[in-house]
Each structure stands twice: as C-alpha cells, then as structure tokens.
C-alpha cells in the first residue's frame, strides 16, 4: 500500500511537473510572438507622447529606429522647438543623449537610469529594457480567458538572479495572436506601474496596439501616452543613424 502511495506521488510529481513546463514553453512563444508583432529587423516609427499631470500637460513627437536584431535604437525628438535634435541613441547596455545645440554626445551614467525620461513616466532604463522584457526571465501562463487568437493569457514573468533589471515581477496580459494588451511592474509586493495597451487597428500592415499608456502609482491625474501616427517594419535601416553626430 505505501509504495502503491509513493508512486502515485511520484506520478503526480511529474505530471506537475510536465504541465508547468508545457506551461513555461506557451508562455515563451507568445511572448516571442508578441515581440515578433510588435518589432522586426528593422522598424521606423513616428508618433506622439503626450505627459499629463495634474497641473500641466506636455506633448512632445519622436521618431524611433530600431535595429533589433543589432540591439541598437535610436530616438529623435522632432518637437517642440526647444528640444528639436534631441538624440537618444541605445547600443547594446550603453545609453547616450546627443546634445545638438552643445554638438556633445554625453552617456547617462547607471546612476541617472532611474531618473524620470524627459519628465515622463518612463524611467531611462525602460529604453535599455527593450531586449529584457524577455531573455532572463522565467515564464508562467497564470490565468487564460477565451479561446484561439482571441483568448487572453496572463503570463507571469520573473527575473533571473543575474538580470540587470528594477523590477521583482512582470505580469502581462497578450492575446493569443500576440497583440499585448497590458503589462504590470511589479516592485516588492505592489505594482508601480502599469501599461495598458489599446486602440488596436491595422498599421503597417499588421494589427497592432496604437496607444500604449502608462499609469504611475504614485497619484491620480498622472500618465504619459504614446499614441503611434506611423509605423514600417523590415526597412533596411542605414547604420549611419546610430552615430548622433552625423544624425540629420
């Protein structure tokens, strides 16, 4: 009787076992999947960022290029006047800010990674963090809603020991045809923010989320949205974009 016990504890065990793995492996494929929707080798993109606080709102434009498949990314401030030429430019881990009317390259140091992104809430580092949403993580589906392409998933991620990332958890929601729809940062036991991703429409030639917006928790009436007005994917980008001095 006790080793008929012990086996079917023993079954269990790798049942579990089987169907966490079966779990891990989904959870990775949407997220790639999501990637995959939302980047390519090579995507230029324009659109608008609009930073609303209780007291003051500020809108801003940019124009990004991102070399995925070179981890290299390039962000150009086209308005307001004041900051036009502005230059964010990410090569693997280095993060730099070119300086037109100085002509100064200058690398944001570790220490101002934390720093709010041009008063938003975005943080510096959420532009090093592009290519860690994934890799060094482990992944769960946690809870599922609906069937097929239109089924959401809710996929918790948590990082490696050694990732180089601020946050303690990631808990996103992804349809099953990849479209993201929100992503929480967790930090200790709270989320500190959250992302919803919406207006989901056909735009360079795939659907995607048009406006991505990020809720602080640190008060109402506070939120930074980005609302795409353009965006091509697989462009042979020029390599010459990535060198600010010589930026146009």
Not at 1 to 7: D, N, Q, Y
Not at 9 to 20: E, H, K, N
Not at 62 to 91: Q, Y
Not at 94 to 108: A, D, F, T, V
Request: proline residues 4%; charged residues 25%.
């Amino acid at each position: 009787m006790a080793r008929l016990s012990k086996t079917i504890w023993l079954l269990i065990f790798i049942a579990t076992g089987s169907l966490a793995d079966d779990s891990s492996k989904q959870a990775l494929e949407l997220l790639q999947r999501s990637e995959l929707l939302m980047r390519s080798s090579g995507t230029q993109a324009e659109y608008r960022i609009d930073i609303v606080r209780p007291e003051w709102q500020r809108t801003m434009t940019f124009r990004s290029h991102d070399d995925r498949d070179n981890k290299r990314f390039r962000m150009e401030i086209l308005s307001p006047r004041k900051t036009k030429g502005t230059v964010f430019l990410k090569i693997d881990n280095i993060l730099s800010m070119y300086l037109p009317k100085l002509r100064r390259q200058i690398n944001i140091s570790p220490a101002m990674m934390q720093d709010p992104w041009m008063g938003s809430d975005f943080n510096n580092q959420d532009l090093l963090d592009t290519d860690a949403m994934i890799d060094g993580h482990t992944h769960q589906i946690i809870d599922r809603q609906g069937e097929g392409e239109m089924a959401i998933y809710t996929i918790q991620s948590i990082p490696e020991p050694e990732a180089t990332v601020t946050w303690k958890k990631l808990v996103r929601k992804i349809r099953g045809d990849g479209v993201p729809l929100e992503m929480a940062y967790h930090c200790r036991k709270q989320v500190k923010r959250l992302m919803v991703f919406d207006q989901i429409a056909e735009m360079g030639g795939r659907v995607i989320p048009t406006r991505w917006t990020m809720q602080p928790d640190d008060g109402e009436g506070k939120r930074t949205v980005i609302t795409l007005e353009s965006i091509q994917f697989d462009l042979a980008l020029d390599s010459q974009l990535f060198t600010p001095m010589q930026a146009k």
